[in-house]
């Protein structure tokens, strides 16, 4: 069996756009051991804050694990400033989480917006190899921000991009996607969708009068993401469960999503002067960055999910 | 060195308990500062005086690792520090841990002679001079081993997994302890907060086990990472010890509990202890800030929690429980401390409802709690009065930020991850010798009987160990020598069969 390594390296790296990078980590023993729907805590430097990332792909042939991060807050603009190839993490943690149920349905739509879009692979490959037809629906804002168009193809039976400006694939958000899928597949026996909240609870919302099986991944702050804090708990149906070690995926007509936002912003304003603070630490020290003319929506916040 | 001593009575030996130097309650309240600045060799020396050297030991019975006390006292008394360490760490390597933390009180000293009379021998004050001691002259317990071959693997850097490592080690296994938060030390380090045992005396002590050969892997959540089966067939350990710790906190159920303004005494003190919040932002995790602070529960965690919250610059911190005084589980000098530094107690108050702030944006935002006033009533399953609601009693109460250390539920990883046997509550099934359900699988500590004390377990981590080398047939034959019904016993499947 492969050892934990000593130090956790960064071994590729890529941008997809001016907040989206991925991480490629060498971590062969998790490369092993992970499942579609799990996740890692990271750390990217000792006085830095554990943050939550559902894991986009994990390869035990390369003995690798793959990240895809959206530089939002304080903490992911700093690893999209420092995390080079070459250099390492400080901690990383995982596989966390249950592992997504697949291969209940004989056809299941794979949904990812924002954040989730890259985390929605392993789920889509996944539920192909069980034997499902899959259908992908991936959403992004432009033609240019739109990465792993191949990948989700190999992935998907029948892929569905959607973009706001309609610059590629078809003009709209994932849940019109979601509608068009809907209306294509009356058989569609699961969806399982992936993203910003808002954007999870409009997918639930779609399926709820068809009473298709609808999971979703969530994505509450954490700490530990080993049960023992209780942050990151959440309202599923009458009960209240903990999304690291109850989850994270929860069956979306029970998740109290307007709960689940909420919770989100808990140390919105901590966040906000942190994120300003090193924003302007970062103008003393270096010629003035420019700054991504669209902000990217506050609940794609970097938490995992 | 016996006979030199001259014969002391209740009468001759100093009659006042010697006192701790602590800091000002004013000044200390708002600082992470170890509260309990120890002895010196003077008050030490002083103390031990005190000591009658019982010929039969109550002391020594009340001390959940049996520390052999009267003899380390003496050794005290005779000026030979080292050899007081010696005797404490033939039972304890960790003194310095335990002299802070141990509920002295319900053990060792609670059953003390001279305190029939008089107060106690401050024996947990003497164990922590010689362990501040020890860890000062960078004294360490570690003995000539003689390597055995054997595997041990741990789950969980806690008490339990560190005593147990310990005395693994010592008795010549290659041991591997495996933790899942980034630095090692489990609730000594994420949950005690540093004005009650600094980080450095953790981190000294667990230097201490790595002297003796201990490893520790970090950011290793084990049963999802590797499973216990794993960790037995295919990574070579001949057994495991499961300290996993409780863990997941409790919640009561009432109305407002998803609130932003609601956490976990749990949540609340990694986020201050083990991941520096209370430094940000120098350190990038943040806190919840609160003027009006409530702790619901009067236990050690509540203590830290209440005391944690006053250091962060609360301006009133109240605590909110609903049995008196008498029954708190709190550690009585931890009480004591949080009376002297201004927490607010309000016995006998259950909260019904925490209430959420309707303004507009302040959505989410705690502004207070409903209670109701509870009188004692006849005594419950577990022996103490149990509380009972006044009727018309309720009332509201002001707080903003509100912190639930009532209790913790098994963590469930290992479960949900292994066919090990549970317990009806989830906690991991072990027989009295702390085996369980899975051959060459031991687990101790609160994931087998509940939230408990470090101390207590600390005795679970050592007796998992004892169980443990008796299984491995240690004591006895060394694997590659002896074979035991022509099977070579360093082959685990052969020592996992011994033990069915």
């Known amino acids: ?305 | 060195m016996a006979s030199a001593a001259k014969k002391k009575t209740i009468r001759t030996i100093p009659q006042a308990r010697t006192p701790m130097p602590e800091r000002d309650a004013k000044q200390r309240a708002r600082s992470f500062q170890e509260v309990a600045c120890g002895y010196s060799v003077e008050h030490a020396l002083r103390e031990a005086e005190r000591c009658l050297l019982c010929p039969e030991p109550l002391c020594v019975d009340g001390c959940p690792v049996g520390i052999d006390i009267p003899e380390f006292i003496r050794r005290i008394g005779a000026k030979d520090f080292r050899g007081a360490y010696d005797t404490i760490a033939a039972t304890n390597l960790l003194p310095a841990i335990c002299g802070r933390v141990c509920p002295q009180e319900n053990q060792c000293e609670g059953v003390c002679t001279v305190g029939e009379t008089l107060e106690p021998v401050a024996i947990g004050r003497l164990e922590r001079w010689v362990g501040d001691r020890a860890l000062a002259e960078g004294w360490s317990s570690a003995p000539y081993i003689e390597p055995n071959g054997f595997r041990i693997g741990i789950v969980g850097s806690g008490p339990a997994g560190m005593a147990c490592a310990a005395d693994m080690a010592k008795a010549g296994c290659e041991v591997t302890v495996y933790e899942a938060f980034h630095e090692p030390g489990g609730v000594l380090k994420y949950g005690i907060p540093d004005f009650r045992l600094p980080n450095s005396v953790i981190d000294a002590e667990i230097e201490n086990l790595r002297k003796l050969g201990v490893k520790f892997e970090c950011n290793t959540l084990v049963g999802r990472l590797f499973t216990l089966e794993q960790m037995l067939d295919e990574m070579g350990y001949h057994a495991v010890f499961v300290g996993t710790g409780a863990g997941y906190p409790s919640m009561m159920g009432i109305p407002g509990e998803s609130l932003n303004g609601v956490l976990s005494a749990n949540e609340l003190l990694t986020r201050c202890n083990l991941m520096r919040a209370r430094d940000f932002p120098r350190f990038d995790t943040p806190l919840p800030a609160g003027k009006r602070v409530a702790v619901i529960g009067s236990g050690n965690t509540a203590m830290d929690a209440l005391r944690v919250s006053l250091r962060l610059g609360a301006e009133k911190v109240h605590c909110i429980y609903r049995r008196s005084r008498a029954e708190s589980p709190a550690r009585a000098e931890e009480l004591h401390h949080a009376e002297e530094e201004g927490i607010e107690f309000h016995w006998l108050t259950n909260p019904l409802e925490i209430l959420g702030d309707a303004e507009a944006g302040k959505a989410g935002k705690v502004r207070g709690m409903r209670c109701i006033r509870m009188a004692l009533g006849a005594p419950d399953a577990s022996g103490r009065p149990r509380p009972v609601p006044v009727a018309g009693s309720e009332f509201e109460f002001a707080a903003d930020l509100v912190v639930y250390a009532i209790g913790t539920n098994a963590n469930p990883i290992i479960g949900q991850t292994s066919k090990l046997g549970l317990d009806k509550r989830g906690y991991i099934a072990a027989d009295d010798a702390l085996a369980t359900s899975m051959a060459g699988v031991f687990a101790g500590g609160d994931i087998v009987t509940g939230a408990a004390t470090v101390i207590e377990a600390m005795g679970a981590g050592r007796k998992a160990a004892r169980s443990m080398q008796a299984y491995l047939g240690l004591g006895g034959a060394a694997p590659g020598g002896e074979k035991l019904f022509g099977i070579d016993p360093s082959e685990h499947n052969f020592t996992r069969l011994r033990a069915a």
């Not at chain 1, 901690?91 to 985390?119: E, N, Q, R, T, Y």
């Not at chain 1, 302007?280 to 420019?290: G, H, K, T």
């Open chain 1, 1 to 305: 069996m492969p050892s934990t390594p000593a130090v956790y390296e960064i071994v590729a790296r890529e941008d997809f756009s001016d907040a989206t990078f991925l991480l490629e980590i060498r971590h062969p023993r998790m490369a092993r051991a992970a499942r579609p729907g799990q996740f890692v805590i990271v750390m990217e430097h000792p006085e830095g804050e554990r943050i939550p990332l559902t894991l986009a792909d994990f390869d035990p042939g390369r003995g690798t694990i793959t990240l895809v991060i959206q530089a939002v807050g304080k903490t992911t603009r700093e690893m999209q400033q420092n995390c080079r190839v070459g250099g390492a993490l400080h901690a990383l943690v995982g596989p966390m989480g249950m592992p997504s149920v697949i291969g209940g349905a004989k056809k299941v739509a794979c949904v990812g917006g924002g954040l989730g879009v890259a985390p929605m692979f392993p789920q889509a490959r996944a539920c192909k190899q069980a034997g499902a037809y899959v259908v992908g629906i991936v959403g992004f804002r432009s033609r240019s921000l739109v990465f792993w168009e191949d990948k989700f193809r190999s992935a998907c039976d029948e892929l569905i991009v959607c973009t706001n400006d309609g610059s590629a694939g078809m003009k709209g958000f994932v849940t019109d996607g979601v509608r068009v899928a809907l209306e294509r597949h009356p058989d569609l026996g699961e969806l399982i969708a992936i993203g910003p909240p808002v954007m999870m609870k409009a997918c639930a919302e779609a399926t709820r009068a068809r009473k298709v099986k609808t999971m979703v991944s969530v994505n509450p702050i954490m700490v530990d993401g080993t049960g023992m804090c209780g942050g990151c708990r959440v309202k599923v149906g009458d009960k209240v469960k903990f999304a690291c070690v109850d989850g994270p995926d929860f069956d979306g007509h029970q998740v109290d999503f307007d709960d689940l936002m909420a919770r989100l912003a808990r140390f919105a304003a901590q966040e906000k002067s942190a994120l300003e603070r090193w924003s302007a630490s970062c103008r003393m020290s270096q010629p003035p960055a420019e700054e991504p003319l669209e902000l990217p929506d506050p609940f794609e916040e970097v938490r995992g999910g």
